[in-house]
């Protein structure tokens, strides 16, 4: 459990051939509903791999508890060797090689910060082959519900281009860090005076969240091709 209601999971392929994928996407799980009608669910996979079109042993995701989700149902009563039918990779929500500028303003709500995590080793080579520099803003209600908190903090002291700002909406952190800002992820990306010239912006979570942040980038003079957006919605 990464938090009282979010678990990880990793799967391997039945069989067993490494799974290819490009940082940023994301898999379907597809399963049926008790009448018997098929469905899907979207995971983004969140295995840190080591380049940019990366195959990987283990599929990671973060699955969210939805009180009587169909997809919940399924993934909070899987085991150990449990197989669940899935396929993918798919989407465009990756860095991107002809991307020219200089700073990457990634902002994330919930489990909406997992394509990051899968982003990490393309993060550090942009940063050194570029000189592009990173700053993730992350919104969670409290400091229990922070998703690979620890692994974005490590990350930052290795990676001098990166910095990683949780933002709090309801409770504090106990120990407070210096970059925690206490409010919704608004406050810290307008903190970051987001540059029509430099700057490309990731979004990716709650819709609410991720429209409000597109109206403040639009505001601030980002041409829409610089603005990636991904909503993560819940479903039963």
């Given amino acids: 459990m990464l938090a009282p209601a979010v678990r990880h999971m990793s799967f391997e392929r039945a069989d067993g051939k490494?799974?290819?994928f490009v940082p940023g996407q994301f898999v379907q799980i597809h399963f049926t509903y008790p009448d018997g009608k098929p469905t899907k669910r979207s995971y983004s996979v969140a295995t840190i791999g080591d380049g940019a079109t990366t195959p990987v042993e283990r599929v990671e995701i973060?699955?969210?508890y939805v009180e009587g989700g169909a997809a919940t149902a399924l993934l909070s009563d899987l085991g150990e060797g449990g197989t669940v039918d899935a396929s993918g990779p798919y989407g465009?929500?990756?860095l991107m090689d002809a991307d020219t500028n200089r700073r990457y303003l990634l902002v994330a709500t919930g489990t909406g910060v997992t394509p990051y995590r899968a982003m990490l080793p393309r993060i550090r080579e942009?940063?050194?082959?570029r000189g592009c520099t990173f700053a993730?803003?992350?919104g969670a209600r409290n400091e229990s519900e922070l998703l690979y908190g620890e692994e974005f903090e490590a990350f930052a002291r290795e990676v001098p281009g990166f910095t990683f700002h949780p933002c709090f909406s309801r409770t504090p952190?106990?120990?407070p860090r210096p970059n925690d800002r206490n409010g919704r992820v608004h406050v810290a990306l307008a903190e970051h005076k987001p540059d029509a010239a430099n700057d490309i912006a990731y979004l990716c979570g709650n819709p609410d969240m991720v429209d409000q942040a597109f109206a403040l980038l639009k505001e601030a003079g980002l041409p829409v091709p610089h603005i990636r957006r991904e909503k993560y919605i819940s479903s039963r």
Avoid: D, G, K
């Avoid at 942009?126 to 082959?129: D, P």
């Fill in 173 to 175: 952190r106990a120990v």
């Fill in 92 to 94: 465009r929500f990756s």
């Fill in 62 to 64: 973060a699955v969210s």
């Fill in 18 to 20: 490494p799974f290819v």
């Fill in 136 to 138: 993730l803003i992350y």
């Fill in 126 to 129: 942009l940063t050194e082959t």
